[in-house]
């Protein structure tokens, strides 16, 4: 129990600092989704934080694979279909200035 605390305590601190890492950079290279990103980034690392101390408690990854896929799968279908249905525009404008070197 006392390994799991401290990995998962690790993964915390681990995440946090990312975390503010990242919001670091991309607040200073003036994108505007710097919060929204860094705490992307901590869900994703305390995510796999949990699975270590799964791990630890003997648990197999493998139980939980299955269902972290359909998850990611679904959230990644939903932000292709909000793209595509309510940027295109943005898309294509965003696509033209890109081929065109702006």
Known sequence: VFLAAFVLGVGLFLASLIAGIVRFFLANFGVEGAKTASRFIYYVVTTYAV??????????????SAQINVIIGAVGLAAAIAFCLCCKDMAADFLHNLFKGR
């Open 51 to 64: 699975l270590a101390v799964f791990a630890v408690f003997g648990i197999p990854n493998e139980v939980f």
